[in-house]
Nanobody, 129 residues
């Protein structure tokens, strides 16, 4: 059993930065950790993902601005978000899934919420212009 708790959301001016954290209880083993976001009235979309050996993938809209990392023990997953803009305003979720599947450069764009088994409760990010 894996439990996930996000933190670090908040309100920020356009151009600013936030770092989201996802605290992990339980062992991830070969699960990858994904970050998703969902704006009101929109579908939940993948943003970034990291697998159990550190390979990462990002959707085009966040490449060069967002960075996903884990601590060595995989107890915490981070999403560093820089150069934020109003389009980044969403509820952000971390999730564990994609058991045993290696992350490739296209994974973030193709992964679906149904690929993920465990979810956090979400943390709100609001960017004002």
């Amino acid at each position: 059993q894996v439990q996930l708790v996000e933190s670090g959301g908040g309100s920020v001016q356009a151009g600013g930065s936030l770092r989201l954290s996802c605290a992990v209880s339980g062992r991830l083993y070969r699960y990858s950790m994904g970050w998703f976001r969902q704006a009101p009235g929109q579908e939940r979309e993948g943003v970034a993902v990291i697998d159990n050996i550190g390979r990462t993938s990002y959707v085009d809209s966040v490449k060069g601005r967002f960075t996903v990392t884990e601590d060595n023990a995989r107890n915490t997953v981070y999403l560093q978000m820089n150069s934020l803009n109003a389009d980044d305003t969403s509820m952000y979720y971390c999730a564990a899934g994609l058991w045993g599947r290696p992350v490739t450069p296209s994974t973030a764009a193709t992964m679906r919420p149904t690929d993920f088994v465990y979810w956090g409760q979400g943390t709100q990010v609001t960017v004002s212009s």
